[in-house]
């Protein structure tokens, strides 16, 4: 249908509609050519991948692929059990276009299977005395649903089981044991943001006296967010935000901003519809206010001295106005007044974040325990723990039964965790086309419509799509007009 042609791009939204698409039997595992599987890979947010190479008139695979599907339907898609860890693809050999890919895995037999991390894969091939090399392994015991699993759980020390289900997943680690985990958590930054500003345009919540507080917001935002496309996106939202919310806007009367509802402020790849560093052990607990957490965390460790104060202003009127949560933004509100003097050092205001979260830790401690709404797996902690950050920690001070901090120690470990660790994983969303040439990955965003030549879009929409070329092709005219047309939209309010 046209709407699953216009979501191709995203990688998890190519699994999701996978997995949607197949009605009664949906396919989880996702299905790449040579023209996408690069792209794909070098895209996946997860650690690990696994490429089965088939053939569709081959019978063997036929019957294979129900047990492949068993494995891919807790890795892949919306509803994984454990997203985010391996992503499950498949590559059939039979089709013309995948020749040269097959070839240059050495594909001796159908169907095969590999293991790597995604980046192995990415301009990657296979040839059977370079395994250790290249570091891409053939799973040589995979033959059902069962074997594979194994052979997964045997490398990673983990214990996955075919019938895992959703929120029972034994193997999430809490933050404390796995500080690695951080990695993963620019993803749910990205999505935070994503919803921060769904919720605020849901409900119109842009008026004359918060229109101050989210330009500098958004000015924050557009310098320092760890996600580029998040800069780049926020970036382009204030450069209209003038044309788009003029001061006379609310005496108008017309407050409508239907259009406005549409825009993505960290590309339309996001939100991708799931956690996975703030995903709670069960539904409600964590995601949104989690992701934000860590958001601010990550913008007070990215700024200059000379920004401290401003970026005090502009998280504490962020929280005020538009975080509608009644009780957060008020307590943390009161937080932000009981501040007496302006911040002039950068570690200052990471500190004060830092030790106002604690205090919100401390608070909802006490709380969720007498009321029973702890994530079990998730109890709130005074941060960090020793676990996370033993230098940290100079002792407890028995009289008032309080952890002394070495603010110093503190510091460089919120740095190193909330900055470096952070966009660890994170890769640039360029492509590299094989002609040479670079294809921005969220080029065709919607407020980007107009700077992109046809041919270059068409250019992208090729190289990353994962239907044949003409299919591509109408699914770019598609796109140039929603948003050329929605461009249009824009201007003529
Ligand atoms: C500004 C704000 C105010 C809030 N106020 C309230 C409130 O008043 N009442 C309420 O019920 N809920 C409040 N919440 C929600 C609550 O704080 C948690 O976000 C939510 O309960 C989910 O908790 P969590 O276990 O995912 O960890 P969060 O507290 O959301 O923390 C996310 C991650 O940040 C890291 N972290 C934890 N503590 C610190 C720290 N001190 N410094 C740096 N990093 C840390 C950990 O890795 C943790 O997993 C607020 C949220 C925000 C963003």
Redesign the pocket.
Known sequence: SPSSFASRRSILRVVNDNAKSGGDHPDYALELNATNFDAVLKDSPATYAVVEFFANWCPACRNYKPHYEKVARLFNGPDAVHPGIILMTRVDCASKINTKLCDKFSVGHYPMLFWGTPSKFVGGGWEPKQQVKNNIRVIDDARTADRLLNWINKQLGSSFGLDDQKFQNELLSS?VSDPGQIARAIYDVEEATSIAFDIIFEHKMIKAETRASLIKFLQLLAAHHPSRRCRKGTAEFLVSFDDLYPTDFWATGKHDKSSVKNLKICGKDVPRGYWMF?R?SKNE??GF??G???L??SLSVRIEDGESQFTFNAICDF?HNF?I?E??RQ??YDMCSSVSSPFKKARDFALWL?SS??K??V??MKEEVSLDTA?PK?P?II?PPKQLCSSCHLGLDQKNNKIEWNQDEVFKF?TEYYSTTLASLYKDSNVVLKDGTEAVEDLIVATNAIVVPVGAALAIAVASCAFGALACYWRSQQKSRKYFHHLHSLKNI
């Open positions: 933050n703030c709670g607990t964590r206010s989690c934000l957490w860590v601010l965390h929280v975080f949560c009780e957060c307590h943390f830092w979260h604690n919100v830790n608070r909802l994530d998730f709130k941060w919120l």
